[in-house]
Nanobody
């Protein structure tokens, strides 16, 4: 059974940076398109960045130019570098395949203060 373990969240001031990590158990990681999703209070979970098995990346408009998704297949780990953070980036961040096929992990909380 695949497990997703997100980490790296925290409290940061607007304009700051955080780097999220997601460790994925099992042997399927390298062949899967992966993504970072976020869910703000009262809102649905949405995809904000994705990376294919051949390293093609896509971003939702609100994070373009500020967030960078990457992956290390040797470590079965997905990353999200978040720069120039804004209060509206506050959410719980999750990783999963695109579309999400694995059981969701616990996520990591990102809080950006103004």
């Amino acid at each position: 059974q695949v497990q997703l373990v997100e980490s790296g969240g925290g409290l940061v001031q607007a304009g700051g940076s955080l780097r999220l990590s997601c460790e994925v158990s099992g042997s399927l990681f390298s062949s899967k398109a992966m993504g970072w999703y976020r869910q703000a209070p009262g809102n649905q979970r949405v995809l904000v960045a994705s990376i294919t098995s051949v390293y093609t990346t896509t971003y939702t408009d609100s994070v373009k130019g500020r967030f960078t998704i990457s992956r290390n297949n040797a470590k079965n780990t997905l990353y999200l570098q978040m720069n120039s953070l804004k209060p509206e980036d506050t959410a719980v961040y999750y990783c999963n395949t695109v579309p999400g096929m694995f059981t969701w992990g616990q996520g990591t909380q990102v809080t950006v203060s103004s």
